[in-house]
């Protein structure tokens, strides 16, 4: 019987832990694609306790907290630290078979070399050794990233942040380099005219333009676009209920403009075709200049409105959506290649039944020009676990091109995250280490040692 996270975690065969202790374990950490907060990079920021670090802004946990039956006040509302470890520390034991209990004790382990279960008996303890080790200058939020040997974080930022704590780290001369990604989803919410209207102004105000037309709305994106750029940044991000392609015309979207700027009514129809055009003109903008564009399609978002109404957005009430994918993605993607202005993308799908069709979509785009120019994201967000790893390498060996995979993200707001590279790298190795135990792919492991390595970092490496 194999002990609980021992050296062979996840590895069921000689090979896999060949691959992963001789190649994988070994390689940095390029993670492009978080929400970590730059101004806690900037200020090197330390936490005052476990809590603030690891409970604070994630939903993952409140869910399960929930779930176990935890009141909201201790989960988002104003009890103690302490108390709401305690609370995470009861429900522990309940997230058997759930990633969160590997990935619990992996950062337990990893960041602090706790090797106890984390559980009413131990919470308290737990909670005063891990909250002094996170007040000591090593247990900074760059001692945290410099630990788990990352070499790049692209942290999420919209297109009116003045990207100041950026410059900060930039001059810092720290040996981790940090660059902002480009997340104009604000900007196609025009069915939320409030909030439309309030970051127009903010947009505004950011570059100096007065928008009171749909090209001085463009105009103004192109000004933060290279404001971006010339800050280092090179990839962007949409979040995305699906793709949006709908047919307009340059008439039709001014008009949608002019209708939300005037409070007059705007039909569904007129939306869809303002989001595809602003879709659609952001793509120019990140080809012209050689980014990476990344797509995270098909959540249902903010789906409890009683509890949005009380604790707001991303608190942990989205699930997966099942809108339709194929027919629109293959139509944006399609319109951007016949124009040949179809720039580097990775598209993350998270209803587990469209992994096919993402897998199928990107090969029907790649040109020849870069390997793996269209990637096929991670597993993200519910599928971001053992089962949906598992199933996303799979699919991708099968239709496309694993080897080519630009490999793992945390997508996390936490700075205790990064094993989640580890498990990842684990749960590759032991894919490829069953085959070559079954005799379904050759015995050569200075081979496969280095496809891994190009999975978990050198792919990435070249690719961003």
């Not at 894919?431 to 135990?437: A, P, Q």
Request: hydrophobic share 40%; with cysteine.
């Amino acid at each position: 019987m194999k002990e609980f996270l021992d050296h062979t975690f996840l590895l069921q065969s000689p090979t896999a832990e060949r691959l992963f202790h001789e190649y994988a374990a070994q390689m940095p950490i390029i993670d492009y694609h978080c929400h970590l907060d730059p101004a806690l990079i900037a200020a090197d920021h330390r936490f005052d306790n476990i809590t603030e670090a690891w409970l604070k802004g994630d939903h993952y946990k409140w869910r399960a907290m929930r779930a176990n039956g935890i009141e909201e006040q201790f989960i988002t509302g104003d009890s103690l630290d302490e108390e709401k470890f305690d609370k995470w520390a009861e429900t522990v034991p309940y997230t058997i078979r759930n990633p969160l209990f590997h990935w619990t004790h992996l950062e337990l382990r990893r960041y602090f070399g706790i090797e106890a279960l984390l559980a009413p008996a131990t919470s308290r303890e737990i909670f005063q050794t891990t909250s002094a080790a996170l007040r000591t200058s090593n247990f900074s939020v760059r001692g945290l990233l410099e630990k788990m040997k990352v070499e790049l974080v692209c942290t999420t930022d919209d297109p009116v942040d003045s990207l100041e704590h950026h410059k900060t780290i930039a001059h810092s001369e720290w040996n981790i380099e940090v660059r902002p990604a480009w997340r104009p989803d604000q900007v196609l919410a025009i069915d939320n005219r409030p909030a439309f209207l309030k970051y127009l102004v903010r947009l505004s105000e950011s570059t100096n333009l007065e928008i009171n037309t749909c090209q001085k709305l463009l105009e103004a994106l192109r000004k933060r676009h290279d404001y971006f750029h010339a800050m280092g940044c090179r990839l962007s991000d949409h979040g995305l209920s699906t793709m949006y392609c709908t047919r307009y015309s340059d008439h039709e979207i001014g008009q949608a403009f002019n209708r939300v700027v005037s409070g007059a009514f705007l039909s569904q129809e007129d939306a869809m075709k303002f989001k595809s055009a602003m879709l659609y003109e952001l793509a120019l903008m990140n080809h012209e200049k050689g980014w990476v564009q990344q797509y995270h399609l098909g959540p249902m978002r903010n789906t409890n409105s009683r509890m949005m109404e009380k604790v707001g957005p991303d608190t942990g009430f989205d699930s997966i959506g099942d809108l339709p994918m194929a027919l629109p993605l293959s139509q944006f993607l399609n319109r951007l290649d016949r124009e040949n202005r179809l720039t580097k993308t990775i598209i993350y799908n998270l209803n587990p039944s469209d992994n096919e069709v993402i897998a199928t979509m990107t090969g029907n785009f790649q040109d020849g020009s870069i390997p793996g120019k269209i990637q096929w994201g991670s597993a993200w967000w519910f599928l971001d676990q053992k089962d949906g790893m598992e199933k996303q390498l799979n699919t991708l060996s099968t239709m496309g091109l694993l080897s080519r995979f630009v490999g793992m993200l945390t997508d996390s707001r936490s700075f205790l995250s990064f094993p989640r590279h580890e498990y990842f790298r684990r749960i590759l190795c032991n894919l490829i280490g069953r085959d070559v135990e079954n005799g379904e792919l050759p015995n050569d492991i200075k081979w496969l040692g280095k496809v891994v390595q190009d999975i978990c970092y050198y792919n990435a490496k070249q690719y961003f």
